[in-house]
């Protein structure tokens, strides 16, 4: 779904926001039509900058160069992305990443995948104000109500919508929930949407940078890394390249003691894999049922409905497994 456009007092945003970060937070009372072309956009962006930074105010205007990026690159504190330097009437001014995005074919290299598994740990353990219960079965059903209740113009799409059996997928959500609850992951605050798009490194710097917390919320530790896990197939969706159980431990290693890896237990690990890969089964049911509302809503040219029946189908495909594998390892807990 498209983000929504934030109304805010900046002013406001920028006072409380001085008590959360180090660094101080610029405010404008100015707005900005995102939908504007570049030319009548960037006298705009010329004054919202002197006005929000003070110290540019006399500065001409070559100094400025101004361009369209595409890609959401939103802040966290603690050093996971771009710097927060400004809020004005409808957005945020961020620092520049000098990096790149990693492929989906990167995250499976072994040295990449151990620092994105220690980055990740990091990442876990940051405290954010507010709710602290997780989101993910919430979001879930949110989603299941907008996209069971859908209209197409065109007839093809409604004819292929109308396949899909809202019905049965709401007794999976049901069935899921119940068993992901009994494996008691613990909740942390979870990127939501590790994709590779949302990973940055520079390797002249060794830094890795996760971006875009459009989704970002207190979750599930095992829905974390088992969505990114089931990133690795990438949007061409080949789930031929998600992790054998070896590059599985490789990460877990790495993300259960980042100083010791090698010392990892083989009960730390067994449960862990459990945890991921049956909560890998709700990224696929999520993001189904996120892409039928994207087909509806997205102006972006891609076959959102068809991306439904791929994550739709992965998930009937792994079930049987990875049920087997979690009820499996509930039972032995229960007989020891």
């Known amino acids: 779904m498209g983000a929504e456009v934030k109304i805010w007092n900046p002013v406001e945003v920028a006072e409380q926001a001085s008590h959360d ?3 101080k937070i610029h405010p404008s009372q100015l707005a900005i039509d995102p939908s504007l072309e570049l030319p009548h956009m960037t006298p705009l962006v010329l004054n919202m900058c002197k006005d929000m930074f003070k110290a540019w105010a006399d500065l001409d205007d070559s100094c400025f160069d101004i361009e369209k990026i595409s890609g959401g690159i939103t802040n966290l504190s603690a050093g996971f992305g771009a710097k927060w330097l400004g809020i004005f009437g409808n957005g945020m001014v961020q620092s520049f990443i000098n990096a790149q995005t990693l492929s989906p074919s990167d995250m499976r290299e072994p040295k990449l995948a151990a620092k994105i598994a220690k980055q990740l740990k990091r990442f876990h ?22 996209a069971s209740v859908l209209k197409f113009d065109d007839s093809e799409i409604q004819k292929t919508y109308e396949t899909i059996s809202f019905k049965e997928i709401h007794d999976e959500i049901v069935e899921l929930k119940g068993l992901c609850d009994l494996l008691k992951s613990p909740v942390i605050f979870a990127h939501n949407d590790l994709l590779s798009g949302n ?44 992790p054998n159980i070896n590059e599985q431990y490789h ?9 010791r890896p090698h010392e990892v237990s083989e009960k730390d690990l067994e449960a862990l894999y459990v945890e991921a890969n049956t909560f890998s089964l709700a990224s696929h049911v999520f993001w189904a049922l996120w892409g039928v509302i994207q087909a ?20 009937k495909r792994q079930k049987e497994k990875y049920f087997l594998l979690a009820r499996t390892y509930l039972t032995g807990c229960k007989n020891k």
């Open 125 to 146: 353990n940051v405290e954010i104000p507010g709710s602290k219960e997780p989101q993910l079965w919430n979001d879930v059903w949110k989603f299941f109500e907008k």
């Open 296 to 315: 509806k809503m997205s102006p972006i040219e891609f076959d959102y409905l068809g991306y439904f029946f791929l994550r739709y189908k992965e998930y």
């Open 199 to 242: 990973i940055m490194i520079n390797h002249e710097e060794d830094k890795l940078y996760f971006i875009d917390y459009e989704y970002a919320s207190y979750n599930y530790r095992g829905y974390d890394i088992g969505n990114h896990f089931a990133e690795y197939a990438g949007f061409d969706c080949d789930f031929d390249l998600y």
């Open 21 to 23: 970060y180090v660094s």
């Open 251 to 259: 990460f877990f290693r790495h993300y259960l003691q980042p100083e």
